[in-house]
Structures are given as C-alpha cells and as structure tokens.
Nanobody
Framework: QVHLVESGGGLVQAGGSLRLSCAASGRTFSNSAMGWFRQAPGKEHEFVAAINWSGGSTDYLDSVRGRFTISRDNAKNALYLQMNSLKPEDTAVYYC?????????????????WGQGTQVTVSS
C-alpha cells in the first residue's frame, strides 16, 4: 500500500513557477514508478510526467517537456514536479500517482495509488 499527499499548488501568473511535492507513505515507494497527471475542468485526466523507480528514467507530455521537471527522493519518500514558464493552459488539478511496478507507463490505468490532488491556477 502507498498513501500519497500532494502539496505546493496555488495561483501564479503566466511565466511563473511552482514546485509540487508528493509525500508518500508505504514500504514499496522506492520500488514504484511514479507519475503526475492533471485534470482541467471539463477535460479528461492527462498524463504529465513519470519517473521510474530509481529516478534514472523520465517521460514527459510534449507540451510540458523543457518546462517541467519530475524528480524523486527515495530516502525521503518524496516525489516532485518543478514547473517553470507556466501557461494558462497548465491550469488544472494535479495528481500524484504510484504504480506497483518499477517502470514508466503513461496510461492512467497503469497506476494503482492516487493522491487527492492539488489545484494549480495560472493567470494570464
């Protein structure tokens, strides 16, 4: 079992930055691939970024590549998403997710545990 709690969301102007954090509890965190997803009002959940169990491999949605950076600290059971050059279209609820396996997948259905989400609002 993995319990996830996100933090760090808020209101920021376009071009600004935010850093999301996800605190994980559970003995399997260091063996779990992790991901960030988002859901804007009226839209489906969207893959944003993922990282494998060791942090050695990452994947990004094309529209955030070069602006967002996913990272993890297994010693602290923590996952991060550094978001720079934010745009109004990045506005959404951002969710942290964990897989039971070690490797990256983009599919929402591949993730077994989810946080409650944190709101990110980017004003123009």
């Amino acid at each position: 079992q993995v319990h996830l709690v996100e933090s760090g969301g808020g209101l920021v102007q376009a071009g600004g930055s935010l850093r999301l954090s996800c605190a994980a509890s559970g003995r399997t965190f260091s063996n779990s691939a992790m991901g960030w997803f988002r859901q804007a009002p009226g839209k489906e959940h969207e893959f944003v970024a993922a990282i494998n169990w060791s942090g050695g491999s990452t994947d990004y949605l094309d529209s955030v590549r070069g602006r967002f950076t996913i990272s993890r600290d297994n010693a602290k059971n923590a996952l991060y998403l550094q978001m720079n050059s934010l745009k109004p279209e990045d506005t959404a609820v951002y969710y942290c997710a964990a897989r039971s396996g070690r490797f990256i997948y983009r599919s929402r259905n591949s993730y077994d545990y989810w946080g409650q989400g944190t709101q990110v609002t980017v004003s123009s």
